[in-house]
């Protein structure tokens, strides 16, 4: 089941709602979080591309200092993207290989269609609230 909806839709509480049921929910964003772990091969490429300024002093990525490089500028963000939507991908392909025969996976992706994770999935569900409920 490819899941998806825009930032604040409630996709984190409709997957924790779906694994609660005995779901294996595969979570995109917690993976992009975990390949640019400290440590993680990532985390370096990202600081030799970036600078040391977007590694905070205890090893982890300074998310803020990263968002001010490549948010402004869509060639900075494109090189950030290559770094880690790749391994992401590699990743999240993984971890629904290693879940085939589970009777329900949830594959969570913000961006299921554009990143063309639909093929993966039987079916796909929309999350969807007012604006109002997802401020």
């Given at each position: 089941?490819?899941?998806?909806?825009?930032?604040g839709?409630?996709?984190?509480?409709?997957s924790?709602?779906?694994?609660?049921?005995g779901?294996?929910?595969?979570c995109?964003?917690?993976v992009?979080?975990?390949?640019?772990?400290p440590?993680?091969?990532?985390?370096?490429?990202?600081?030799?591309a970036?600078?040391?300024?977007?590694?905070r002093p205890?090893?982890?990525?300074?998310r803020?200092?990263?968002?001010?490089?490549?948010?402004?500028?869509?060639?900075?963000?494109?090189?950030?993207?290559?770094?880690?939507?790749?391994?992401?991908?590699r990743?999240?392909?993984?971890?629904?290989d290693?879940?085939?025969?589970?009777?329900?996976?949830?594959?969570?992706?913000?961006l299921?269609?554009?990143?063309?994770?639909?093929t993966?999935?039987?079916?796909?569900?929309?999350?969807?609230?007012t604006?109002?409920?997802?401020?």
């Amino acid at each position: 089941l490819g899941l998806t909806g825009s930032l604040g839709s409630g996709k984190s509480t409709v997957s924790a709602m779906i694994a609660g049921c005995g779901a294996v929910v595969v979570c995109a964003d917690q993976v992009a979080h975990d390949v640019v772990a400290p440590g993680a091969e990532a985390l370096g490429e990202i600081a030799e591309a970036f600078g040391q300024a977007v590694i905070r002093p205890d090893g982890a990525l300074d998310r803020p200092a990263l968002a001010a490089i490549v948010f402004p500028d869509p060639a900075q963000r494109r090189r950030l993207e290559q770094i880690v939507h790749p391994r992401v991908r590699r990743v999240v392909l993984k971890l629904l290989d290693q879940n085939a025969e589970a009777p329900l996976v949830v594959l969570d992706v913000p961006l299921l269609f554009e990143s063309g994770y639909e093929t993966r999935c039987d079916f796909t569900l929309s999350v969807t609230v007012t604006e109002t409920v997802r401020l």
